[in-house]
């Protein structure tokens, strides 16, 4: 049970971080660099989401088109780390890859508190 309720959060998570780069970047942040620009917006996670301590930051996601996401990005990792760092900046990038590690193991109410985090975030937009 506990485990069901603990993956609801970090689905509404997810959710709430699509929201939020929607809103903040406004498209894909590949537009009008790459052709590739197909299908509905989603956010992107700069660091993997497997890595717990940055799954629910705004800061480690750009808004980015499907395309782009699961298509180009596999096939142009250097274009794509370049896009970031001008988009983010390196340091940025650079400071997300660090506190990424080691994977932390967040309780329940860790993640709810993330969850109250990116509503009170997504309602300053």
């Known amino acids: 049970m506990r485990k069901d309720t603990t993956k609801k959060c970090k689905g509404r ?4 971080l ?3 780069v929607r809103l903040r970047d406004k498209d894909c942040i590949f537009r009008g660099i790459s052709r590739q620009c197909s299908g509905p917006l989603s956010a992107d996670h ?8 940055t799954y629910g930051m705004s800061e480690n996601v750009v808004c980015v088109c499907i395309g ?11 274009f794509y780390t370049n ?3 001008e ?8 400071w997300l890859e660090k506190i990424a590690v080691p ?9 709810q508190k993330i969850e109250r985090g ?5 309602n300053n937009l």
């Open 13 to 16: 998570i997810q959710d709430l």
């Open 87 to 94: 988009y983010v900046g390196k340091k940025k990038r650079l």
């Open 83 to 85: 896009r970031i760092d």
């Open 103 to 111: 994977v932390c193991q967040y309780s329940l109410k860790d993640w």
């Open 68 to 78: 782009h996401h699961f298509f180009w990005k596999p096939s142009n990792p250097t």
């Open 46 to 53: 700069i660091v993997t989401r497997g890595r717990s301590k």
């Open 118 to 122: 990116l509503k009170e975030e997504l």
């Open 18 to 20: 699509k929201e939020i």
